[in-house]
Nanobody, 114 residues
Framework: VQLQASGGGLVQAGGSLRLSCATS????????MGWYRQAPGKQREWVAH???????DYVDSVKGRFTISRDNAKNTVFLQMNSLKPEDTAVYYC?????????WGQGTLVTVSS
């Protein structure tokens, strides 16, 4: 299974971006899809995930600002990021989990200027 993340870029504080992660393979609809991020000099942290049934959860720092969604017909997961803050600056990675199988995308850089 391959994951291809896209949609990152440079945005001013208060702005919005929408990340996408397209996947190959046939297990997408059965998988938990997640977004993680890694800021410079920091460890990678979980941001959000969405189950195969559509239940979503978020790290407290993005609740109310970010929305994760999925399109099972297109094998794609999205992360809508609104009201972006400079502290959201990071490389964002998508992640697929199905039982003991885990796969990561290559990351997309989000830079939020103040």
């Amino acid at each position: 299974v391959q994951l291809q993340a896209s949609g990152g870029g440079l945005v001013q504080a208060g702005g919005s971006l929408r990340l996408s992660c397209a996947t190959s393979g046939s297990i997408f609809s059965l998988s938990i899809m997640g977004w993680y991020r890694q800021a410079p000099g920091k460890q990678r942290e979980w941001v959000a995930h969405i189950t195969s049934g559509g239940s979503a959860d978020y790290v407290d720092s993005v609740k109310g600002r970010f929305t994760i969604s999925r399109d099972n017909a297109k094998n794609t997961v999205f992360l809508q990021m609104n009201s972006l803050k400079p502290e959201d600056t990071a490389v964002y990675y998508c992640n697929l989990r199905r039982a003991n199988f885990v796969s990561w995308g290559q990351g997309t850089l989000v830079t939020v200027s103040s």
